[in-house]
């Protein structure tokens, strides 16, 4: 049968109805949209599956770090400038990976209880997370090692970043440490606006009553 002569025959078939005269006439428009949905879908799995082996790759090289260059540090195979620098080589998504963060932060308590609080900090400085639980605990274990290098207003930034976040895990924590900082800046204005907030927000907190002693102090 030719060509003519089949598309004679489907023209003819369709036509007994008037949906099917529908479909005839724009059978080029529907063609063309189901031939994009395929495309769309063909191109949605190809990118999950790249995104699932790219996540894998990340998670071989956070444990390859772990094994080789952390574990030698903490058995003393490994000076801490060695440990900073394979760190630092590592990707930045590397670094900031929700499975790198755990580690970063245990590196980071190594790190101080060794004094190496500059280390400490080009470590956990690498580190920039999103999630509001994991942007809280390194964001607040860098402040502490900022103001103990004397950094103070480096770790207010460090704070006033993350009490931008709605969601911050524990505000009263983070804005009461804000206020403490600032005081210890001598910026008691701010100081005062911190310890307030901490007292009228959170005023069942046991943040809020270490706050009024620190408003004691400022008044």
Do not use: C
């Amino acid at each position: 049968m030719s060509d003519a002569t089949q598309t004679q025959t489907l023209e003819q078939s369709l036509n007994k109805t008037d949906f099917g005269h529908v479909l005839y006439e724009n059978r080029k428009s529907i063609f063309g949209l189901i031939l994009a949905i395929l495309i769309g879908v063909t191109g949605f799995v190809l990118w999950k599956q790249s995104k699932k082996s790219h996540t894998q790759e990340v998670s071989v090289k956070v444990f390859e770090f772990r094994t080789k260059t952390w574990a030698g540090a903490k058995e003393g195979k490994v000076a801490i400038p060695e440990l900073v620098k394979q760190f630092e080589g590592l990707d930045k998504e590397v670094q900031s990976s929700s499975v790198m963060v755990p580690l970063a932060l245990e590196m980071g308590k190594f790190l101080m209880d060794k004094g190496a609080l500059n280390e400490a900090d080009a470590v956990l400085s690498k580190v920039t997370v999103t999630h509001s639980v994991s942007s809280f605990f390194v964001s607040m274990q860098r402040a502490v090692i900022l103001e103990k290098l004397g950094k103070t207003p480096e770790a207010i930034a460090v704070l006033e970043n993350l009490a931008k976040d709605k969601e911050v895990l524990m505000a009263a924590k983070v804005n009461l440490e804000l206020g403490r900082l600032n005081l210890l800046n001598g910026e008691k204005g701010k100081a005062q606006t911190h310890f307030e907030y901490v007292i009228n927000t959170f005023p069942n907190d046991e943040q809020a009553k270490l706050a009024k002693l620190y408003m004691a102090k400022l008044n």
